[in-house]
């Protein structure tokens, strides 16, 4: 029999509250769900943080029962966990709230907890693997970023990312992501290179569209290429692909980038990263001609959401006409036909597509991923950028949150 290996994963601002309380002499219990793959089982947050003077007792609670309780010493009732029963005891101590060491007992017998990942604005892993450590000692080679990087380095260097788009943003985005030097890129991507492509994606060549290569490993080669040091894959499937889905969690990425036309692989990027419970960064560029000015007006959308915290389907809300074609696309089995008339690159009034918008959109997506893991933003953000609407270009940023109609966030966090 494989053993199975058990993981926990828990939201940062969460925890911190959780812990002030305990730190106030009193228990903290949080109720879990399993979510299996493959030999891991991700213990995941189902509800919010209870903190009070008292804990569940296993043997007043039912048998499937999965369960914390953060404490400050060991709970010897926790030991009362029955056969079918998963319970953690998290142990803190306020001279080092960095530290925490998990006693894990499932059916009733004590084991060790793989690894705790605590995820949020500066997020911490707390079990880094051998691996982990030689990433994040400083070469030359990755000394300067790793300064500009600051206390997020650790994070960056063990990361692994996942990229949806091989085209001119995704690739965009792919190899700005390798200059922060992460353990490893996955970039998903299910079209072929055209002749039409080349000229916005600069590291293809005539031969790769001759060829009909694949966007995914013709980004893969750019990257590695560049960085032999990072691991990188190229997937040249759809997203929605269950098999695709199911390869992704395992693999667990830190952070989902998904720079589209596509909204259908915009929001299974989207249900994918809230399934994993980490940050989904949407990119989107757009290049229109205004009818009322006759000017170009070029648009960039950057959108950081955090899990619960908005998606692709609720910020901004999705129309109910786009809604049901990109569900019904996330759904049709792969070689079925597209519903509705074609659509074409001019949808939308669109005019064209430019690689320096799309270059520029992805560096503030990296960076925004880049501010949020130093805890310099701490809530999902939409950045915006428009140029021609004015004399001058505008840069907005603002907060977003989930609309209490979302069927895929959070209830708690409305
Ligand atoms: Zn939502």
């Not at 404490?71 to 966990?81: G, H, I, N, Q, Y």
């Not at 299910?190 to 060549?205: E, G």
Request: net charge positive; charged share 20%.
């Amino acid at each position: 029999m494989k053993t199975k290996l058990y993981a926990l994963k828990l939201k940062l601002a969460e925890f911190q509250a959780a812990l002030r309380g305990v730190f106030e002499d009193h228990f903290a219990t949080l109720r879990l769900r399993i979510a299996e793959q493959g030999n891991y089982l991700t213990l995941i947050s189902s509800g919010d943080w209870t903190i009070g003077k008292s804990f569940p007792d296993p043997n007043h609670e039912p048998v499937f029962a999965c369960y914390l309780v953060m404490s400050t010493a060991p709970l010897e009732a926790l030991k009362r966990a029955t056969q079918g029963q998963t319970i953690l005891n998290l142990i803190v101590s306020r001279e080092q709230p960095q530290r925490v060491q998990v006693i894990l007992y499932v059916d009733g017998r004590a084991q060790s907890l793989d690894r705790l990942h605590i995820l949020g604005p500066g997020m911490i892993r707390l079990s880094p693997s051998e691996r982990d450590e030689l990433a994040t000692k400083p070469t030359k080679r990755n000394s300067r970023i790793q300064r500009v990087q600051g206390a997020a380095s650790g994070t960056w260097a063990s990361a692994t990312l996942l990229v949806v788009g091989g085209g001119s943003g995704g690739s965009s985005v792919g190899l700005q992501l390798a200059s922060q030097n992460p353990a490893s890129i996955i970039v998903v991507d299910p079209d072929v290179v055209k002749f039409h492509n080349l000229v916005n994606m600069p590291h293809a060549r005539p031969e790769d569209a001759k060829m009909k290569r694949r966007k995914a490993y013709v980004l893969a080669r750019a990257i590695h290429a560049n960085a032999p040091r990072i691991l990188v894959q190229g997937i040249a499937k759809r997203i929605q692909q269950p098999d695709v889905l199911e390869y992704l969690q395992g693999r667990e990425p830190m952070a989902v980038f998904s720079f589209v036309d596509d909204v259908a692989a915009h929001l299974a990027s989207s249900l994918l990263a809230q399934q994993l419970l980490v940050p989904h960064v949407a990119i989107g560029t757009l290049v229109q001609l205004s009818t009322e000015s006759g000017r170009v007006v070029q648009q960039a959308d950057v959108r950081l959401l955090e899990p619960g915290k908005g998606c692709l389907r609720c910020v901004p809300w999705m129309q109910e006409a786009e809604y049901k074609d990109a569900i019904y696309e996330l759904h049709r089995p792969a070689g079925a036909m597209r519903r509705g008339p074609p659509r074409t690159w001019r949808a939308n009034g669109r005019i064209g597509s430019s690689l320096a918008l799309n270059q520029m959109a992805a560096g503030m997506a990296v960076e925004l991923l880049a501010r949020y893991l130093r805890g310099e933003v701490t809530t999902s953000t939409w950045i915006r950028y428009f140029s021609g609407r004015q004399t001058a270009p505008e840069l907005l940023e603002s907060s977003v949150g989930a609309s209490s109609e979302c069927e895929y966030c959070d209830p708690q966090s409305h």
